[in-house]
């Protein structure tokens, strides 16, 4: 196992967990098992009571792990799938510590953060970077480990002092460490300053560990005082995070891995490579189509990362830019005419003049009414329109106020006391305590009808699995009801007892699911109910369905082949 500790300094969100996933891809594509590690500093256990202003979004795993928004940076750059303990907090650590303390297992010995604390970290690494991530259920050959926060910091010590008794463990052939730093450029003199860098990296070899590449700029400056050789300072200045992974292949990382850490690397033309090249070339794009995402955390873009990306990916692959208007929720309702009625005629502009309408998930009942707004305007100017989770919830309040004529519809969660209440609490669901109580992971989800959009985008699938995290749901007692004014669940769990999928007739695209199709969104495979919002925004969705939706997952987005031909498909066929 050969395993590359990134680091930062400087400044915390720098773009460490960029190179890590830009890394662990040109490694993939060479070809070799690539798997990844996020360790967080913080006391949390995980990620799952943060606000979205505290730490961006939560993304959520497979098996339900709650974890830091950069292993969907891993996910999606690698096409992996992580589970909850490739995200290793101090929190875990000390509880896994405590664990075993009280069991009895450390024999009456004085429980320290050197040896314990630091070996059970090592242990941790050594045991979650052998389990496999990918589709063939291999054995990983290379796990790239990111260290959050900055070199420096009081609570990642204990994390840098079991790294560098690791380096010593596993042998300096199998260890190598990268050290992403910031160059600033002050106004006032337009110079590159590199001493910001030189003192992180004298603060990190003090502490036991040496960089074997620095991702900076100022290649020879920075070679000279942080005593490494010029090939190991490599410069990462970029448009787009989609080209990192070719600069990095571009400046001999490749290279340099395969000598640092003698890597088994075939020199052929790399496939994965390919896809990625021609996917970054088609950033240049024409044509402009708007999306409105409306939501409350709309001051802090982390905080929706995974939906943007998930926007970005389906923009690629029909070769559109994409603009995303972002809409405070509250900025809708009518208190916002009363006190600041600019803030509240420019969101309607907004709102009025995107070319899609997207409500995400999220939680609480401040902005709600202005997300149903927000839908209501959606459904009757027929505006493509994407419900997410909580998006789906509301679309559902919204259709029963206004077309059901029951005025008083919402959500249990917002009135507990609400005459019909057309989204509840789930039984398993647990209020009195917060973290790891919603629903959570994926789940299946099975379509009841062949005429749904979303089933043909899926590339007509009887099921489909997505990721969840919820703790509310669609009433299926009142199901009937709206069933008889046109408004479908097409799509529902395995039981056939919790609503996944809505559709409405006579509308080109009003589509809501409950699960959060964004967090297996990738490059080079878009997620199907995102692609179709910008289809249908785009004016493309008609044909693309009539095509057959060779874009789906079910065939592949870069290179597939159509069934029961041999004809190479590349997305150009369709722009």
């Known amino acids: 196992m050969k395993y590359i500790l990134v680091t930062g300094g400087v400044i915390s969100g720098i773009g460490k967990g960029i190179i890590a996933s830009s890394v662990g891809t040109i490694l993939k594509s060479q070809p070799v ?88 970290i090592q242990e941790w690494v050594i045991r979650q970077a052998r389990v ?35 380096q010593f463990k596993v042998k300096r052939e199998n260890f190598c460490n990268i050290h992403v730093s910031l160059v600033p450029q ?30 900076q700029a100022v290649k020879e400056k920075i070679s000279m005082f942080c005593h490494v050789e010029p090939e190991q300072v490599i410069c990462v200045h970029v448009s787009s995070i989609y080209r990192v992974p070719l600069l990095l292949e571009d400046q001999g990382v490749v290279g340099y891995f395969c000598r640092r850490l003698n890597l088994p690397i075939e020199t052929r033309p790399r496939k994965m490579l390919a896809k990625w090249k021609e996917m970054s070339d088609r950033i240049q794009k024409t044509g402009c189509w708007s999306i409105a995402l409306v939501g409350k955390y709309t001051k802090f873009s982390d905080s929706y990362a995974s939906v943007i990306k998930a926007l970005e990916h389906s923009a690629l692959a029909i070769s559109h ?80 106020r206004n077309m059901l004529d029951w005025k008083d519809a919402n959500s249990t969660e917002f009135d507990p006391e609400t005459k019909y209440p057309v989204v509840i609490d789930m039984p398993e669901h647990n ?105 249908a925004a785009a004016g493309r969705l008609p044909g693309h369905l009539q095509e057959g939706c060779w874009l789906s997952p079910r065939y592949g987005l870069m290179f597939s082949e159509r069934p029961d031909s041999s004809h190479p498909v590349s997305s150009r066929d369709f722009s």
């Open 132 to 166: 496999p991530v990918d589709d063939d259920d291999v054995e990983p050959q290379v796990c790239v480990i990111e260290l959050g926060g900055t070199v420096g910091d009081i609570e990642s010590m204990p994390f840098i002092e079991a790294f560098r008794q690791f």
């Open 321 to 400: 830019k994409l603009e995303v208007k972002y809409v405070d929720s509250a900025d809708l309702e009518a208190g916002t005419l009363q006190e600041e009625p600019v803030k509240y005629h420019e969101a309607w502009q907004k709102l009025c003049s995107a070319d899609g309408i997207l409500v995400p998930g999220g939680f609480g009942v401040r902005g709600t009414e202005g997300k149903i707004q927000a839908i209501s305007w959606a459904r009757k100017q027929k505006k493509p329109f994407l419900g997410v989770c909580l998006g789906m919830q509301l679309a559902v309040c919204e259709f029963a």
């Open 186 to 215: 002050p106004s006032a003199t337009g110079e590159q300053k590199t001493k910001p860098t030189q003192n992180s990296v004298r603060e990190l070899r003090g502490l036991g560990l040496s960089p074997d590449l620095v991702s």
């Open 431 to 535: 209020p009195g305590q917060m973290g790891g109580t919603m629903r959570l992971g994926k789940r299946r989800t099975i379509f009841k009808t062949k005429n749904s959009i979303l089933r043909k985008l899926y590339g007509d699938v009887d099921y489909v699995e997505e990721r969840h995290r919820h703790r509310f749901e669609v009433n299926p007692e009142l199901k009937q009801h709206f069933e008889e004014k046109g408004f479908h669940f097409v799509g529902q769990d395995v039981e056939g007892e919790r609503m996944e999928v809505i559709e409405l007739d006579d509308h080109l695209y009003f589509v809501g699911v409950q699960y959060h199709p964004e967090f297996t969104s990738r490059p080079i495979k878009p997620s199907p109910p995102y692609l179709g919002l910008l289809l």
């Open 33 to 120: 098992h690539v798997t990844a590690i996020k360790i967080d500093p913080y006391i949390n256990i995980d990620a799952g009571t943060f606000s979205p202003y505290e730490h961006g979004e939560v993304f959520v795993l497979d098996d339900g792990g709650e974890v830091d928004l950069d292993l969907g940076n891993y996910e999606r750059f690698l096409d992996i799938r992580l589970t909850k303990d490739n995200n290793l907090t101090t929190g875990k650590i000390y509880q896994s510590v405590i664990n075993k303390e009280r069991r009895g297992d450390y024999l009456g010995k004085t429980v320290q953060v050197v040896p314990h604390i630091t070996d059970a």
